[in-house]
């Protein structure tokens, strides 16, 4: 089983985004708690829902960032006119 792909996760809008990235952490709680009962059969399925959690929240962090790009100038510009 081949790690998701990032590309999948720019492909989101932002609410289905916040909703993954929900999903997946209760994914990620759902393993821990198999793994602390002695249930886990399938070990290899917390690097893959970390990796997964990691590309959510890097591509939530990048739309953030990208908003706060987009608005900082803006706000620059009218303080260097006045």
């Known amino acids: ?3 998701p792909s990032i590309e999948d996760a720019r ?3 932002d609410e289905d985004l916040a909703a993954e990235i929900l999903a997946v952490k209760r994914e990620l709680f759902q393993l821990r708690l198999e793994q602390a009962t002695r249930r886990l059969e399938k070990p290899h399925l ?3 829902t ?4 990691s590309q ?3 591509v939530e962090r990048e739309r953030q960032l990208n908003i706060a790009l987009n608005i900082a100038p803006t706000t620059q510009d009218n303080s260097e006119q006045e």
Do not use: W, Y
């Open 11 to 13: 492909k989101f809008s």
């Open 1 to 3: 089983m081949a790690l």
């Open 50 to 53: 970390k990796h997964r959690l």
């Open 46 to 48: 917390f690097k893959h």
């Open 56 to 58: 959510l929240l890097t």
